[in-house]
């Protein structure tokens, strides 16, 4: 360093610097999950390209979050974890050690969730289509709506960093959000997860409405209510501690199966 600022490092050995660091941080935690950009999107599927697309459309942050693309493309973010409105990274920054980066998100308030989902109920078809982002457009509008959409607002949005610098938003917090983009386009349901919003409820009260609209144009009334155990077979979620509607009816049936199933993996 010199005069006060850190002297220019080439984006090749900042590079070097940020493998050498990950490879350090690997042997002491083995399920470190550092952000790999292939390309040059940093996303590239709806759900991510529409996380970045939201940062990026609100005055507070559209010229700050720019300054952390680079270093979420040159591998700077050696570590992001996602859970319920929390996200926590390790990111490379000037110094030797990583910068710890904090960020909160708000959960999203029960009248705009109802509200959301009153909308989007009877129009998403399936978890598939959900997770690749195929629905109606009007839906996806209704999802991106400033301040009432599902994704977070600014002031919904609040972080902290390790780092010296005391800017509204630093490099390392713009390189994480812009990290949550690119981590959404492997795994969506993190979406929900960050959000603290339980999807299921969303898929099965869609597909109650369809149903009872296709009894309705048919004549008969709906005896049917659609539970988790129906609704993991329907879409393949996996909900622990809650047998699936074959295993409660043919119980001994569903273990042949596992352990055939089990004896064919091993062979």
């Known amino acids: 360093m010199s005069w006060g600022y850190f002297e220019y490092t080439p984006v090749a050995q900042k590079k070097a610097d940020a493998q050498r660091q990950l490879e350090k941080l690997r042997k002491k935690n083995p399920n470190i999950s550092p952000v790999v950009i292939e390309g040059r999107k940093i996303a590239k599927t709806w759900w991510g390209m529409a996380w970045n697309r939201n940062l990026e459309s609100y005055a507070d942050y559209s010229n700050r979050i720019s300054r952390g693309s680079a ?72 999802f991106l709506q400033q301040g009432k ?34 981590r959404l386009d492997h795994d969506p349901l993190l979406f929900f997860t960050l959000r603290d919003i339980d999807f299921s409820a969303l898929l099965k009260k869609s597909v109650e409405e369809k149903i009872e609209s296709l009894l309705k ?35 001994r049936k569903v273990q042949r199966k596992r352990r055939a199933g089990a004896g064919a993996a091993g062979a």
């Open 71 to 142: 270093y979420v493309r040159n591998g700077m973010v050696l570590d992001l974890q996602i859970t319920s409105g929390n996200i926590s990274a390790l990111v490379q920054g000037s110094r030797s050690e990583p910068y710890k980066v904090l960020i909160r998100i708000d959960k999203l308030s029960a009248a705009r969730w109802n509200a959301i989902a009153e909308q989007s109920s009877s129009r998403i078809g399936s978890l598939a289509e959900l997770t690749e982002g195929k629905f109606p457009e009007t839906l996806s509008q209704a």
């Open 149 to 182: 959409g599902l994704f977070p607002s600014p002031k919904e949005i609040h972080f902290n960093c390790s780092c010296p610098d005391w800017a509204g938003m630093c490099k390392h917090v713009a390189a994480t959000l812009y990290g949550v983009g690119a």
């Open 217 to 251: 144009n048919a004549n008969k009334k709906s005896q049917r209510v659609i539970d988790d155990a129906d609704l993991a077979g329907l879409f393949g979620v996996q909900t622990p501690g809650v047998q699936t509607a074959e295993e409660r009816r043919s119980p």
